[in-house]
């Protein structure tokens, strides 16, 4: 009789266990979220890491660092009054020089210069 009530509890305890073990569960990055938030509010997001220190690459553009005014988002920048935008994307970087552009791509977090 003993022997039954074990048999059965296990069973029991073991059936609940594997119920309660879902399935295969696929697992978010939070910068996925981070994306999916700025692509709601129609934004870019730049990921500079660090304030350009050499002007080799866009010193015709204007984006060097005697100019740099800090971060910034490309929509403030042109209404501050700056003349260039650097925003890093995927590893590429790029200087935009134009006010319109800076202002329609909505780019955050990029460095804005004078």
Not at 21 to 38: I, K, Q, Y
Not at 44 to 61: G, L, M, S, T
Not at 94 to 99: D, E, H, V
Request: hydrophobic share 35%; charged share 20%.
């Amino acid at each position: 009789m003993q022997f039954t009530y074990l048999v059965t509890l296990t069973t029991l305890l073991f059936t609940g266990l594997v119920a309660a073990v879902p399935g295969a569960v696929s697992m978010r990055e939070p910068s996925a979220d981070l994306e999916e938030l700025l692509l709601e509010r129609g934004t870019n997001h730049c990921a500079n890491i660090a304030k350009v220190k050499r002007p080799a690459r866009y010193a015709k553009e204007g984006c060097t660092p005697e100019r740099s005014k800090g971060w910034a988002s490309s929509h403030n920048c042109a209404n501050e009054g700056g003349k260039a935008y650097l925003c890093v994307q995927g590893g590429q970087s790029f200087c935009l020089t134009s006010k319109s552009q800076m202002k329609s791509m909505k780019y955050e977090n990029g460095e804005c210069f004078h």
